[in-house]
Every structure is written in structure tokens, then in C-alpha cells.
């Protein structure tokens, strides 16, 4: 049987959240890089816009599997590896672990992903002030309400004192926040959820700068 | 026991997936109207603010469950009333169903939605034409992947011939489209799609035109 592939690139938070998820349930996986910058983009070339027609990672194949989109790619890991569960099986607990997961998923990282920001320089001739004030902004105002439903519901972890998806979702995007130079301390919350995940050898492992195609 | 209560904006496309979800399993919920474009949206005011702090909607309580994000409500939904079920029981049709809705959930929606085109044009300036332009270009090059995906998956409905949660997304999505004027003779199978899912009962009820609050 041919190991899972994982097509991904070491700074893509989307791609991130994914590989903690593998690394936690020890799932041995073959990592592919695309490179999101070099030349344009790899991912919006052939042979990868084939196999990936919206032209993003992370994309994953499993036997006869191969889907896009992380929330999907995590759920599917979900079902098929149960080990080392993700989602919480309390229905209260799982409707607000998926809560946090969509409000970064769908509510912050979409608006400051790479190709909407080179939109806003390429096709609006915005200047990288704006362009990082931009990014800025958006995680901001995410992380303003992230905080306040964390203040209620989170412990050690996003949802109490049990690592889940959500959590998977908070790091990367804290990431994605220092890179843009987001204000962190005004995140208590926030930052005690990231820096418990840091420690954990699952993070380790998907960190950035511990992948195959890491760049300074 | 009380109702399960939707805060809703007839036009929001978020709010429309929800509402088709709760027709076609026949729960009968109350509509909570939430304006958001008055006096600078009713969403981004307490009390309402209060209870979603992320300042959107849809919003749903039911019982001692209260969550936003479309997503999680209408995975809620699908495990806490599991008749005419949303979510394909084959884990590759499910994997494949998840993906369509995040490639609109989070690949398409966000990037177009009110509070980003506002942004456009208070804080950098651009024109209408600018943010109507940003509109169209996002959704189309949305679609112009998921026709793709739509071409090997769809046949009456998005995941072949069974009504799932991402015909709960596309057909919201399509409506936004429309609005914004994207040329939709491009998209053959999400056109046969929409069409089918706009002679059925639930999406008819779900309808924007056909909410309490709805306006021309």
C-alpha cells in the first residue's frame, strides 16, 4: 500500500494545520513541495493545477482520495484514523471546536492569503504598506473575536484542557500573525493556546522551519 | 421546549445555506432578522454583538448550543437531526462533498463578502466599479475550479445524484454571482445544479426574496 502524499508548501498555514494533524496521529506520509512563489507559482502550472484545479495546497491523496481544502482533508483524516482524536466527541464541545476552526478558516486566513494580496499590488497597485497593513487588519479583527470565545471556552487548549482541530487551526495562524506583525499582546487567550501547542511534538514536526523545502 | 432561533439576513449567503439545511430536514426553527447594512449593520452592535463577537451572521441556539460559522452549524445539524441527511455516507463522496463546500465556504465567500468589499472602498479608497470588479473576479475564478471539480463529480446535484451539503453552498454562492453580474455561461454543471436545486421545496422556502425581512 502506497503512503498518503501530501502536497504542500512550508509556509502555507492551510498546508500547516494538516501536517500537525498527520504528525499527531502518526501517520506516515510522503511530503511533496510546491513552491507557492518561485516563477509565478508552481501550484497554478501543470501537472499540479491538474491534480488541483483551484490552483492551492494543501492537496492530499490517500488510496483512491485525493481532495483539497484542509478542513476536508482533516475531517476525512477524522474518519479514517481515529487514533489520537481531533474532534471532540461532547456535541457541544465539537460545535464550538468547529466554530474556532471556521473562524480562522473561513474568516481570517482567506482574506489574507498570498494571491489576495498580490491582487491587491498586481491588479490594484496597492504598495506593500498597504498590502501588510491589509493582512494586518484582517488577522486583527479576527483575533479580536477569536479571543473573546476563547476567554470562555478555552484551558490548556482552544476547547478546554483536550488538544483538537481548532488547535490546529490557532497556531498557524498565529504564524501567519507575526509574520504580518500583528500586535500579539493584546491575545492572552490566544498566546497561552499557541505556546502549550508549541511544546507538543506534533507542532514541532509541522513547524515551518522544520520541513523539507524550509527557506530563510 | 423552545425553537431553535436562526439570526439571519435574508440576503446573506452564509445565512441562506443554513436555511436551506433547516427546510430540507423539516426543523422548525424561528427567523431572527438582523439588518446588516442599517445604520452600519445591526451585527456590529450589541446586543447582537455580544452574542457573536465575531459580528456576522448566521448565528443559531438551539438548546444549550449557540455558534456561528455556517459550516459548524450545519455539521451540528446534520448529527443532532440525522433525518434527510446532508452528508454523503461513502467516505470518498463525503471527502469530496466537504471540498466543494470549503472551496466556496472559505475559497470564494469570504473574499467577496460585505465587510471586505466596505474595506475597499472606506479605507482604500477604491471606487464601486473597483469593488464590483473584485466581487466578480474571486467568484469567477472560484467557479472556474469548482465547474472543474463539478465536471467528474456532479451529475443532478454536486456529488452526483443525492442532494448534500454542497448544494447547500453553491446555490447561495450562485445568487451572489448573479449579483454581481459574472458571466455564468461558463459554467454549464453548476448552472444544471443551481437549476435542479431551485425547483425544490427547501431552497424555495430558503430563498432570499422569500425571508421576513427581505427587501427590494
Redesign the interface.
Known amino acids: 500500500m502506497n503512503k498518503p502524499l501530501l502536497y504542500s508548501y512550508f509556509r502555507s498555514s492551510c498546508s500547516y494545520r494538516v501536517r500537525v494533524a498527520l504528525h499527531y496521529k502518526n501517520i506516515d506520509f510522503e511530503y511533496r513541495p510546491i513552491h507557492l512563489v518561485k516563477d509565478g507559482g508552481e501550484q497554478l502550472k501543470d501537472p499540479y493545477l491538474k491534480l488541483n484545479?483551484?490552483?492551492?495546497v494543501p492537496f492530499f491523496i490517500d488510496g483512491?482520495?485525493g481532495?483539497?481544502?484542509?478542513?476536508?482533508i482533516l475531517?476525512?483524516l477524522e474518519?479514517?484514523y481515529p487514533q489520537n482524536p481531533l474532534v471532540p466527541k461532547d456535541?457541544?464541545k465539537?460545535?464550538?471546536c468547529?466554530?474556532l476552526?471556521?473562524?480562522i478558516?473561513?474568516?481570517i486566513?482567506?482574506?489574507q492569503n498570498l494571491k489576495?494580496l498580490k491582487?491587491l499590488v498586481n491588479?490594484?497597485g496597492?504598495k506593500d504598506e498597504?498590502k501588510a497593513k491589509?493582512a494586518n487588519?484582517w488577522i486583527t479583527e479576527?483575533f479580536?473575536?477569536l479571543e473573546?470565545?476563547m476567554k470562555d471556552l478555552s484551558a490548556d487548549y482552544c476547547i478546554g484542557s483536550e488538544l483538537s482541530l481548532a488547535d490546529c487551526f490557532l497556531v498557524p495562524q498565529v504564524y501567519n500573525a507575526n509574520r504580518f506583525k500583528v500586535d500579539m499582546d493584546r491575545f492572552p487567550h490566544i498566546n497561552r493556546v499557541n505556546e502549550n501547542c508549541l511544546k507538543l511534538d506534533c507542532f514541532q514536526k509541522a513547524d515551518p522551519a522544520n520541513q523539507p523545502d524550509a527557506q530563510n
Chains 1, 2 share one sequence.
Do not use: R, T
Open positions: 484545479p483551484k490552483g492551492e483512491d482520495v481532495i483539497g481544502q484542509s478542513m476536508a475531517l476525512f474518519d479514517k456535541p457541544l465539537k460545535a464550538h468547529l466554530q476552526c471556521e473562524l478558516n473561513s474568516g486566513q482567506p482574506i489576495v491582487y491588479e490594484l496597492q498597504i491589509w487588519h479576527g479580536i473575536a473573546n470565545f
